[in-house]
C-alpha cells in the first residue's frame, strides 16, 4: 500500500458490468457481507455493482497477501465479527487490494471473474452476529418533533444537549433487508379509555436510521477517549427502528421503549467502510452557536473539523394500491446525515465513558434522523403529526400509519461533486398482518 | 425415570462431605454452571456441597444414558446454551441421575468421586453466552419508593398494574460474583447547577434482584403463551444490578436507563432449576384485593396459584472498617421474592407478546425486590432515603452509598418446613475506584 488513498478516485473504472455508475455499490464502495449464492452455503462477500465477490474463494487463489490476506482469514464463513476485530489496517488492506483486482485493467481479471456471484440470485445475511444494540437518539429535529407530542410544554428536555441520550435495544429481533416484519400485538390505552386493551398495534411506523457496526472495542472498565473513537468504528449500515407509537406511549414511563421496538429492526445488509465514506465527512453541523459546549470527553478539534456525514437520506413507501397501478414508490420524506446533533465517534465515547465495553459486531443505531421540515421527517408520526395529516399517495390511498402489505425502503447515498456517488444500499421490508 | 420426583426429599443424603445441610447446596440443589479447576480449562459442572462435579468426565464414564447423557452432551466446555435449548426433559433427567449418583450409598459412589473439584480452588465463569439481557420492574414496593424520589406527586405511574415494566440492558457487561466492579464516571448535575459535571459517580448503589435464565425460547414472530411460558425457563440465579443514581436522574429521561447501569451487572453463577426451587412456589402473592385483574395475555390459573416463589433474600455489606475490625457484615437488608407484582411466567409472556424471540442464555432481571418496610430495602437510595439517613454500621462507619472498597453480597434461599434448605449461592463483588 501506499500512503495515499486512491480508492475513492472518481476517475476508477471496474471491469465487472454494471459497477461504473451503481447508485449504491461502484468500486469507490466495496462494503462486506455475508450472503449465500444458490447452492445455499453462507460466505463473507464483498458487493461490486450488481455483484458479489466470493472472499474465501478469492483468498484460495493466493491473490491476496499479507494484512489483505488476513482480513479475508478473519472473516467467518457466517459472520464477519473476527474481521472487524481487526481494525482498520487490515481492513483498509482489503480494501485496497480489491480495488485493485476490480478496476478496469487489472491483469487479474480472468482469475477473478469466476468469484463473482449475481448479487439477485443471492440471499443476504446480516453481516455479524450482533451481541449488544444501543440505539442513540442525535437527530435533534425527530427528538423536537416527537417531544412535541408527547410532552407539548417540553419538547427538548433539558438534558439533551448535554447528553448523547441512548438505551439499550433488542439484538435478537435485528433482521436483515427484505425480511417481513409482522405487525406486533400489545397493550395500550386510548387517553379517553378506562383501562388498556392488548390487540394488534394500529399505529405501526418506520424509523430513518444510520447503524454503527463496532470493530475493536474496549476492555469492560475502559473508556474509549473521543481521539481514538474513530479506531473503533468498522462501518455504517441504514436502520429501520419499527415502531408501534401506541404501545410505545402506554408503556415507556419510567423506564423506556421496550416491546414497542423490539418486536424487529431492519438493517441493510452490507458493513460500508469508513473509508468508503471518507470523501463525505464534514464539520460538525448540526450544533447550532450558543449551544453548550460538549464536555472534554465529547470535545475533540478533529472530530468538530470532520466527524458528521452529508449522506443523502430517503424513506420510500411501497403499499398495495401503488402496486396494483403500477405506479411508483411514494416518497415520503428526504432527509440528509447531517442532522446529527453527535457525531459518530461521541456516541462510542460517551458510551464507553462510565466503563461499559463495546465488542466487535456491536450495533449502535442513531436514532431517528429527521430534517426540519415536514417533507424531512424520518418517522409517521412526524410526517402526519400524530396520524392528524395523513400522507396521500398517488393511488387515492391515504396513510397515517403503516398498514399489513405495505413496503418501507430507506436508502442513504453519499452525493459529492468530484467524487463517485456511493450508497450503502437497501433496507426494505413488507408489513405482515398480527398473528391471530 | 419414575413419574414420581424424589430428588426435593428432605431425607435425601449424600456421601459428598459437607454437602449435607450445606446453606446453598446440598443434594437437593445439583444448579449447574462452567467453572475452571486449577489447570485452568473451562468446563461444566454441577455443584454439591463445596465441591463440583465435572460433568464431561462424568459422561466419559459411561454412568449417564439417555436424556441425562444427552443433557451432558449439549453443555458446551464454556457455554450451556445448548443445555438450556433442550428445555425440561433432559435437564430433569440430568438432575434426577446427578441425585441417585451423589447420593448416601450410592454403588457408583468411587467411580464419581474422582470427579469432584473444590469449589474453593475453581474459578466460575458465566454459565452461558448471554445473548440479551432484560430488566423488569416487579418490586412493587421498590417502584413505590423509587418513584416517591423521582417523581413525589407520582410515584406509582399509571400503567404499573396493567404492564410488566422492563427494558432492555447490557449484556456485555454482566460478570460472575467476584470480579469487582470499578466505579464510573459520567454526567451528572446536582438540582443547583448550572451545568453537568463529569467525574466519578458520587451516588454508587447495590440493587437486589433475581435472574431468569432463558430455555429453549421462541421464533421470532411466535409468542410464547403464558400457559407455556414456564418451559421456557431454564433457571435462576442472583443479580446485583448496579446503579449509579447521579447518572441515571440526569440521562434517564426520556428513553431509560443507560450509564447508569450499564458498567456492570453481577450475577450468581450457578444456574438454580425450577425444579430445585420447586418446593418454594407459593400463590401469586403480591397483587392486593381491588388491583386490576391481569389482561387475558398474562392471565393462567395454574400461574396464579403457584407461580410466585418464597425466597429469603438478602443484602450484606462489607466496608474496609467492618473488615479491619474483624466484624461481621453489615445485613443491609431482609427481603423476599415473594414481592414480585408479576410471576416469572408473566415476564416471559409479556415479553414475547408482541414478538420478540427469546433465545437460550438470554437473561430477564426482575427488578429490585425490596419488602414494605425500611430493613427491607434492596437499594441504598431506598434504605437511606435517598441518602438523607445514612446507615450506621458497627464499625462506626456511615455509608448513604458505597465508598471504593465496599464490598455487596446478596444471597437467596429457599427455607421450608420438611425441606432442605436451597440457595442460589452468592453474588459478590467488591468497588474499585474510578478510573484516573
Known amino acids: 500500500m501506499t500512503g495515499i488513498d486512491h480508492t475513492h478516485d472518481a476517475a476508477l473504472r471496474s471491469w465487472v458490468p454494471g459497477a ?45 497477501a499479507g494484512d489483505a490476506a488476513a482480513a479475508a482469514e478473519a472473516a467467518g464463513e457466517t459472520a464477519l465479527n473476527s474481521l472487524l476485530a481487526l481494525g482498520a489496517g487490515p481492513r483498509r488492506a482489503l480494501r485496497a487490494r480489491l480495488s485493485e483486482l476490480l478496476r478496469a485493467g487489472s491483469a487479474d481479471r ?25 440505539d442513540f437518539y442525535v437527530g435533534i429535529h425527530h427528538a423536537e418533533n416527537i417531544g412535541k407530542q408527547f410532552r407539548p410544554d417540553n419538547p427538548l428536555l433539558p438534558n439533551y444537549k448535554h447528553v448523547p441520550i441512548g438505551y439499550h435495544g433488542r439484538a435478537s429481533s435485528i433482521r436483515p433487508s427484505g425480511i417481513p416484519v409482522r405487525r406486533p400485538r400489545g397493550q395500550s390505552k386510548a387517553p379517553d379509555a378506562a383501562a388498556p386493551r392488548f390487540g394488534p398495534s394500529a399505529r405501526l411506523d418506520l424509523e430513518l436510521e444510520l447503524g454503527v457496526w463496532i470493530g475493536p472495542g474496549n476492555d469492560l472498565g475502559t473508556p474509549i477517549p473521543i481521539g481514538a473513537a474513530q479506531d473503533h468504528v468498522a462501518g455504517y449500515c441504514l436502520l429501520n427502528d419499527w415502531s408501534a407509537r401506541d404501545i410505545q406511549a402506554w408503556e415507556y414511563q419510567p423506564l423506556g421503549p421496550f416491546l414497542a421496538k423490539n418486536f424487529a429492526s431492519t438493517i441493510s445488509p452490507w458493513i460500508v467502510t469508513p473509508e468508503a465514506l471518507a470523501p463525505f465527512r464534514i464539520p460538525q453541523a448540526a450544533r447550532p452557536a450558543g449551544d453548550p459546549a460538549p464536555l472534554p470527553y465529547l470535545l475533540d478539534e478533529s472530530d468538530q473539523a470532520s466527524g458528521a ?25 428526504v432527509s440528509n446525515a447531517r442532522h446529527m446533533y453527535w457525531t459518530m465517534a461521541q456516541l462510542v465515547a460517551h458510551h464507553t465513558s462510565g466503563g461499559c465495553n463495546l465488542q466487535p459486531g456491536d450495533l449502535l443505531g442513531t436514532g431517528t434522523l429527521s430534517g426540519p421540515d415536514r417533507d424531512a421527517c424520518g418517522s409517521l408520526v412526524e410526517a402526519t403529526l400524530g396520524g392528524r395529516e395523513p400522507l396521500r399517495l398517488a393511488s387515492g390511498e391515504e396513510r397515517r400509519f403503516l398498514e399489513d402489505g405495505d413496503e418501507v425502503i430507506l436508502r442513504a447515498r453519499g452525493v459529492r461533486e468530484g467524487f463517485a456517488t456511493v450508497g450503502l444500499g437497501e433496507c426494505r421490508a413488507e408489513i405482515l398482518g398480527a398473528v391471530a
Chains 1, 2 share one sequence.
Open 20 to 64: 461504473d455508475g451503481h447508485p449504491d455499490f461502484p468500486i469507490q464502495n466495496l462494503p462486506l457481507g455475508v450472503f449465500s449464492p444458490g447452492d445455499g452455503v453462507m460466505r463473507p462477500g464483498a458487493a461490486i455493482g450488481d455483484r458479489i465477490l466470493d472472499l474465501k474463494a478469492l483468498l484460495a487463489t493466493g491473490l491476496l
Open 110 to 134: 480472468d482469475r477473478v471473474a469466476p468469484f463473482l456471484h449475481e448479487a439477485a440470485s443471492c440471499t443476504l445475511h446480516l453481516p455479524a452476529r450482533i451481541g449488544d444494540y444501543t
Open 309 to 333: 456525514f452529508d449522506l443523502r437520506l430517503e424513506v420510500l413507501l411501497v403499499t398495495p394500491g401503488l402496486r396494483e397501478a403500477g405506479l411508483a414508490p411514494h416518497r415520503v420524506s
